[in-house]
Each structure stands twice: as C-alpha cells, then as structure tokens.
C-alpha cells in the first residue's frame, strides 16, 4: 500500500474520486449529473494514460500499473455493453472503474520495474491483461445476476435484455478471455519452467473459475430459463471463484513465491 | 432432448463439478502433493471417462458436429485430456510396457563448463541417471545485470540515495557530508601483499566477489578509499558517517550450450530463462547453477511428450469458443446490416 505523491498519481486519484462521486451521484437518482461525472472520470483516466504513454515513451502496456491504467478507462466497455449488447450497468460500471485503478493507484509501483528473467517474456502482459479484460465483463454479469435474483431490474428500458439474458450474454463475451488467458499462462509455463501445467494453486483456482462458467454454460443448455435462479447463482460463483484466484496467493507473495525462477 | 442424451449431459455436467470440487481441493494441499494426487490411479480412471464422455457427446448429439464452433472447443478438450494423459507418468509407463519406448518424463542435467554430458539425474537425491543417446556441452555459463548497478547510500539521518554506478562520476553525498565517486569496479575482489603493502586485485581465477572502490572526499577536504561489497551487504565502520551498499539486479542467466551427437556438434544455443532448448524430443530449461562460483549449470529435462498434441487442443479450443460466442454473431450482424 502506498500513495503517488505525483502528477501521474494525481490524475489516478482524481480519476477514481470522480468515479466514486459519479456513482453516489447516480444512486440519488441524478441519473444525468452522475453520467457527467463519469465521463470526467474517463477524461481523467484518459489524460492518466496518454501522460503515462509520453512519459514513458511505448504503449504502457508493459507492467501490472500500466495494464491497470488502462482498464480504468472503462467507459467504452459500458458504451459497448449498452450499444452493441444492449446491457446496461452503468451504475455498476462507475464502481468496476474505481476498484480496477485501486490496483495502479496504492499497489503497483509506477516507476518501471526490473523484471526477474521468468517475467521477462513477450506472455507477461497479454497474460494479465486479457484475464483483467474477462474479469470486467464477467464482474458486469455477476451485477445483472444478483438483480436477477433479487428480481429487480433497476433500468426500465426497452431496448436493454433483461437480467437474465443481460448475464448470459455478458458471459458470453468474458469466457473467451478468460479461456485465452488460461492458455497464454499455461504456455508461457511451459516456455518458463517446463511444465504447461504445474497444479499449484493459483492454478488450480484459475480453472476452477473456468470450470464454474463450463458449468454454467451447459445448465443453462439443459434448462433454459425454467431454472433462472441457479443460472444467475452459477454466474456469481463463477465471479466468486475469480476473486479467489487473485486473491489467493496475493500478488505481492506470487511473484517471489512458486511463479518465479531461482528461489 | 431424448432420455440418454439427457443422462450423458447430466454425466457431463457431473463430471465438471467433480473436477471443479477436485480442483479446490487440490489447491489447498499445495503444488507437488496435488501433482501427485492428480496422477494417482482413481484420478487417471477419472481423466479417462471424462474424455470418454466428450467423444460419446460429440458422437450423440448432432448439433455438436454440425456446428463448427462447438465440435472444434469439445473436440479441442478431447485432445487436451488425451495429449496431457499421453505425456503424464502413467502414460510414460504404458509406452514403455506396451512399446518398448523408453523416454525420460523429466529429470535434471549438471553441467560443468567446458564439459559434456549425457547423463540426466531422475531423482530428488541426485543418485539415479537416464543417459540421452546425445550430449550436451556446457562453454560458458553466465549471468547478465540490468545497467546500470547501483550504489545505496544510507546517512546516520537516515536520509536515503540511489547512485547509478559510473566510473569517476562525482556526487554529493549529502549535507556537509562531502561528495563521493566510484574509481573502479571488481568482478572477484581478492587482497594481497606486495612489499608489506595490501594491494587489491581483480582476480581472473574462479570465484566472485563483486566490489567496487568508492573515494570519498569529505567536506573538509580529507580523502578516503573504501571497498564496497556486493556479497557483504551493511558492512560499515563506527567512524563512517554514511553506509554504502553495493547491489545489481540479475537480468538473466545464460547457458552457452552446444549439442554434441556421435562426436560432432549438431547444434548450438544459448539456454536462457523462457527460451528453453529443443531438442531429441526434449526440453532443456535454464533452472539453477552453480551460486558460489559459477562453474556449472543446472538445465531442468522435459520430454515433449503429447505436447504437440496438447497445443493442438488448445488452438482448437480457442479458435471454438471464440468463433462459437463472438465471429459468428459479428459476422451476422454485418451480413444484417448489409442486407
Ligand atoms: C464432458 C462432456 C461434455 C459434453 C457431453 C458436452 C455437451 C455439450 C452440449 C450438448 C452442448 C450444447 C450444444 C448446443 O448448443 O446445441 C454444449 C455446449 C457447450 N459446451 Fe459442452 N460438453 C462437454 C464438455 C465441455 C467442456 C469441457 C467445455 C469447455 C470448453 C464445454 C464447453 C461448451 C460451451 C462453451 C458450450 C456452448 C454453450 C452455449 O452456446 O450457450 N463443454 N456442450
């Protein structure tokens, strides 16, 4: 934990407090002043990521601050979800941006790091940050999944699926990634140590998450939307089980720990 | 959806929430002794009937051949299981028993420089060999650092500094504390006597003690030479007003192998972390070395063993689930929209 006494945490810092505020704003029912503040929040987090890219001189895709960085300008996921989905959560969505920048703004170090050799790997970065891309869209589903649940749907629109559908459909979008990242970290294994598969922890969970969405996918098959409730408690599992998995081995003691070389 | 299509999804069903509960468990046991409890006998039973039951889906319900998107990701499962069963401990046993193929599954190769070596240890002890029908010769084994290296410097105030090392560069080392530079660098800092007086030397021999000699000039003028070591971190005298540490950060270790095969060179590489060597049907990973002197290395063995096959299943599995839940309805859209 750790706090940015620079420009660049600065901007991080505004980026999340305008976040934050855009949601409060929009549970009071001001649904136009808190999409206000949500698109000052993706100015912010846009101005972040361009000042990052000048000062550091490549795509700041490199490390976990940048990859981070980056989620934080979540907006275009909300306008694509709303537009071409036709999901809405933008409610939801100011409080994903804030959570993915808590990471860059008090965990990870914005000075560019010296990789140990194992991360030194062209895998590192499309690893994480494809599974950070799934983690967004299956966090989405995970919201219309507890409104599913608790029978509401909070946007009376016409034009958006409703929870049910909204969930499947966003899951729809995240599994891919997520299989993509279980595959790029298991082939970066096998180009690092020698094993595509190692049966550690981290591991293990990571396939658990994934197994949760098989599961889903095939209930869901069997059972329509008869069985509405257990497709929405699968679904949130499923987030359940990410969680875990980043938790688990948290990442300041995964990358000293068995994901790393010479210990 | 007839009843036996309704049992074998059931079957499917239940088969992934085993493995799921399996799996959970598995990661609360800890890496090696989940390792070993997914390739016991009931686990390998389990792997079998779980790629048994893909192929009977894929066999009974049309959709699951008819659809490409859905045939490839169930088919890509099928190779998975099939390839990782193929190359695991149970499957290196059965071809040896059924075919008389002896490959090492994987083990470990020491190599010292200078030296070749055919010989790959099996056990945890280091007491059992498999000979590969090649060697390998080990030319030089190295480490790389990120540069520049740095010099620490902590005041009794506890004020801190980060100096990069560059010869003969001078800075301040802090308020009224003088400035200090790096004069020379040392690889193996050795000490000795010439005519009573202590002389130092980088000696070429084997060994490693990484120095550097820093001369430090006080505010008042005064001079002093002090020896900075790598190895000796928070070394300090009473009298210093400031502690230096000395410390480099490993970019990588390097091995400069060559493959020696019926007395000629067949081939050579540089064995680096994540750019393994392949080669006979195997794997040679860079994994340790020898840390007091650097005289050897230590490669970690892998037999390739139903990998190809496994990656096959993930690029099926892959191209599947992205063509099944993506191309396909963006390719539609389009059509729509063009229509
Ligand atoms: C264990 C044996 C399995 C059987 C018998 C089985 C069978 C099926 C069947 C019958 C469907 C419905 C196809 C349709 O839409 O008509 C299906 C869908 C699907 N299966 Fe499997 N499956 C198995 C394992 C797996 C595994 C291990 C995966 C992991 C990738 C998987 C991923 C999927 C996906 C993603 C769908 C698409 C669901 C959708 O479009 O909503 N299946 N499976």
Redesign the pocket.
Known sequence: MEIKFTLQGLLVYLTIAAYLSAFVVTMLRRARTGHLLYLMGFAFAVVAYGYRWVHVRHVPLQNLFEVFLCLGMIYPVSLFSRRVLRVGGYAADMLIGAIVLFPAGFVFHAEPQQLPPALQSWLFTPHVAVYMFSYIFMAKATVQAVWQLAGKNPEHDRNLLEPEQAT?RLI?VG?PLL?LGLILGSYWGKKAWGDYWGWDPKELWSLVS??V??AY??F??MFGKRRARTNSLLAILGMAAIIITLLWVNLSRLFPGLHSYAT | MNKF?RA??W??LA??VALTVLSIYGAFIGADRAQAFFNRVPLAVYWVF?AA??A???AV?R??VR?P??LM??A??VLILVGGMWGSKLGHDLQKRLFGIEKVREGRMVIYEGTSENRIVVDDAGREFETLPFSLKLNDFRIEYYQPANLYIETRQGERLKVPVELDKEFAVGEGLGTAKVVRTFENFKMGKEDGENVFYDDPNVGSNPALEVQVTQADGQVATKYIFEKFPGHSHGQDAFLMNYRRTISDYISEIEIVENDKVVGAKDVEVNHPLHFGGYHFYQSSYDDKAGRYTVLSVHADTGLYVVYAGYWL?CL??IW??WLRHVLAKMKSKSA
């Open positions: 499947y729809c599994f299989t994934w197994l969405y098989v996918f095939h869901r098959y | 299509r074998i999804l079957a499917a088969a992934i779980f039951l893909l009977v889906g894929i319900f959709r699951l659809v998107g859905l990701m169930h890509g499962c599995l599947g689930i099944h839940l």
